[in-house]
């Protein structure tokens, strides 16, 4: 819940997110000095009423919304999106390379996010009148795609790993997944899924792709446990250096019975 000491006075002290997904949205945020401060709390949207108009409803009835923080990240989460390269990237031409990977959507703004470790640029698209409402309604927001934290944070674990590292984050309905090698990105996509043994196939199809060794390279699988739990057994028996990787906020007491998910952690560490 939103703690009740959280007023204007002393918003400026938080650093806090409303991470975005098509069902509704996550206010959370903490002070980085206090260890206790950490809160969360979701906001379901009426699917009586557009998205833009749930969202503004939520907004309007929340006056914290609209306090001054110390940061304020808007996390993207199921955003079409596309990874490019920076010697190809052209700013304005962002919208045609875009409309190439995904048919045009004229409801839809792009929006461009440097990922420097990488030498690129994640291009994803949000509703043009949900990021118009953002812009004028919120503090300074920085709009960013759920993927840009893990891409950021797993680039540089992968380093330490040899010679190949792939991520899994299972979500409700779908799963990102995400392989480096030696600090290079092999390959970055999301998948819709109905059933555990879709996340199964998604996983050793894509170990087919980048020559994943099954015995030497390493997997984690992070996300929703019900599902995690179920796919471990089997994915471990072809792929030998298989971890689950538990989502926890390790240095803040989280004040909510919502867990929290990979990419909000993955904020908090590497402090984008």
């Known amino acids: 819940m939103i703690p009740v000491k959280l007023t204007a006075d002393i918003s400026n002290k938080y650093k806090v997110s409303i991470r975005l997904s098509p069902d509704g949205l996550s206010f959370w945020g903490y002070i980085p000095s206090e260890k206790d401060s950490f809160f969360m709390q979701a906001f379901p949207f009426d699917y009586d009423f557009p998205t833009v108009e749930s969202l503004k409803n939520i907004v309007f009835n929340n006056p914290c919304f609209s306090f ?87 680039q540089k674990k992968s380093i330490l790993v040899f010679p190949k590292l792939m991520l899994v984050d299972i979500r409700q309905n779908a799963m990102d997944v995400l392989c480096f090698e030696q600090g290079n990105l092999l390959f970055a996509n999301s998948y819709n899924y109905d059933t555990g043994n879709d996340i199964i196939y998604y996983i ?53 019975d919502i867990e929290p998910t990979l990419d909000m952690i993955t904020l908090m560490e590497c402090g984008l």
């Open 204 to 256: 050793l199809y894509i170990c087919k792709q980048t020559s994943f060794n099954q015995l030497e390279d390493c997997l984690t699988i992070s996300g929703v446990g019900d599902l995690c739990r179920n796919v471990l057994p089997v994915i471990s028996k072809y792929v030998r250096k298989t971890d689950y990787l538990q989502q926890q906020i390790t240095d803040y007491q989280v004040a909510s």
């Open 68 to 154: 001054i923080y110390h940061s304020f990240h808007v996390i993207c989460v199921g955003a079409k999106f596309t990874l490019t390269p920076d010697p190809v990237y052209v700013e304005k031409e962002k919208d045609r390379l875009f409309d190439y990977c995904f048919p045009h959507d004229p409801s839809l703004k792009t929006l461009v996010q440097p990922i420097q470790a990488l030498n690129a640029s994640i291009m994803f698209g949000i509703d043009k009148d949900v990021f118009a409402f953002l812009m004028r309604s919120l503090t300074n927001p920085l709009i960013i795609h759920s993927l840009s934290p893990l891409l950021t944070s797993w």
